[in-house]
Nanobody
Framework: HVRLAESGGASVQAGGPLRLSCRAS????????MAWFPQAPGKERERVAH???????TSYSDSVKGRFTISQDEANTVHLEMNSLQPEDTGTYYC????WGGGCSTGDDVGSWGPGRPVPVSS
């Protein structure tokens, strides 16, 4: 089982940057992909970025392409660099991970979730 712990994030004004991190522990060698799923108030969680652990290929939703960057380091940690944040990016950001056989494109594919970090973006 993969356990996830997010860190980073804070209140930010529109146009500003912010960085979130997610450290995996437990059965980290079984990870296939990790992702970020923000959840806006009253809405479903939607993936904005994911990364394949082996190879490092990435994918982004159209809403964040060019503004957000997902990356990983050797400490089993995935980072989300967010630039040009807008009020519509506000939400609780959940880190997600799946092992081989799962996926990171939708919430139904995900195997493990972090507790979430709030990211309020003010105008």
């Amino acid at each position: 089982h993969v356990r996830l712990a997010e860190s980073g994030g804070a209140s930010v004004q529109a146009g500003g940057p912010l960085r979130l991190s997610c450290r995996a522990s437990g059965d980290t060698y079984s990870r296939y992909c990790m992702a970020w799923f923000p959840q806006a108030p009253g809405k479903e969680r939607e993936r904005v970025a994911h990364i394949h652990i082996r190879g490092g290929s990435t994918s982004y939703s159209d809403s964040v392409k060019g503004r957000f960057t997902i990356s990983q380091d050797e400490a089993n940690t995935v980072h989300l660099e967010m630039n040009s944040l807008q009020p519509e990016d506000t939400g609780t950001y959940y880190c997600a991970a799946s092992t081989w056989g799962g996926g990171c494109s939708t919430g139904d594919d995900v195997g493990s979730w972090g507790p979430g970090r709030p990211v309020p973006v003010s105008s």
